[in-house]
């Protein structure tokens, strides 16, 4: 999932986590896991501050984040 640079700060990303954490626990999906570009330290900050934290794990250059729901 990608927000527009013009529609961010606008609350679409926060409830696009929100969505996507309820449907992993009625799935019974223990994990969400996704992927910020590195060096990106807004993306990682609005991520950390939503519970995420960095896996260790690289993934085509971008750094690995999860969270347990």
């Keep these: 999932m990608m927000i527009d640079k013009d529609q961010q700060r606008k609350g679409y990303g926060k ?3 929100i969505l996507l954490t309820e449907l992993a626990r ?3 999906r ?3 896991a ?3 570009v ?6 990682m900050r609005f991520y950390e501050g939503f519970g995420f ?8 250059d971008e750094l690995v984040i999860s969270i347990t729901v």
Excluded: F
Aim: hydrophobic letters at 40%; zero cysteines.
């Design 15 to 17: 409830a696009a986590l």
């Design 53 to 60: 934290k960095q896996t260790g794990a690289i993934s085509d």
């Design 26 to 28: 009625e799935l019974n």
């Design 38 to 43: 590195q060096h990106k330290d807004a993306a």
């Design 30 to 32: 223990p994990r969400v």
């Design 34 to 36: 996704s992927s910020v």
